[in-house]
């Protein structure tokens, strides 16, 4: 946030030189160059972290990135969903397990944190209770990234053909090729 956006508008400048107009025209511009609402948000809370500090220190009288506003919401196109045939002609091009796990549709992280004991062929559902990303197994990002996901008959008949026998419920996740994936 700082090398990329911040330091390259306010870099050259002391902190208490920056007005209140100044950060709501960058706020604006970087909307505007085609950030998201949310990444400005995050910008402008940066920002505000920044020079409170600073005024705590008694570098500035007052913080100005608390009297700016966040440009308006623009409401983005409803991104389209795949029809019912082109889902048909997707899964028929996988092999088994990738295609009984595209119908799941869970992310690739959740994918491949997913254990034996987290699957119940019986009740159709798995339970979503961790995540891999960058290489580690962590909790999920969100809470309702933990969810119980329900999956149909096929995919319940694919889970049941790859689990192996005597399995430990702990165990890493769905076999691939005769592995346990990681």
Request: charged share 25%; net charge positive; hydrophobic share 40%.
């Amino acid at each position: 946030m700082l090398n990329v956006h911040l330091i390259p508008a306010f870099g050259a400048r002391q902190l208490r030189e920056i007005t209140r107009e100044e950060m709501q025209g960058f706020l604006n511009r970087k909307l505007a160059s085609g950030l998201s609402w949310k990444s400005v948000k995050h910008l402008r809370g940066g920002l505000t972290r920044v020079l409170g500090s600073a005024e705590e220190w008694g570098n500035i009288q007052q913080n100005p990135a608390l009297k700016t506003r966040l440009p308006r919401r623009a409401y983005s196109e409803q991104r389209a969903a795949l029809a019912p045939e082109q889902v048909r002609t997707l899964t028929a091009a996988l092999d088994e397990p990738a295609r009984s796990l595209a119908l799941t549709g869970l992310r690739v992280g959740e994918l491949l944190a997913l254990r034996w004991g987290n699957v119940d062929v019986k009740a159709q559902v798995l339970r979503v209770s961790e995540t891999v990303y960058e290489g580690h197994f962590d909790k999920p990002k969100t809470k309702r990234s933990a969810r119980i996901v329900p999956f149909g008959t096929q995919t319940a008949e694919s889970f049941a053909a790859l689990r192996p026998d005597g399995v430990d419920p702990n165990a890493l996740g769905v076999c691939l090729e005769g592995r346990n994936a990681v």
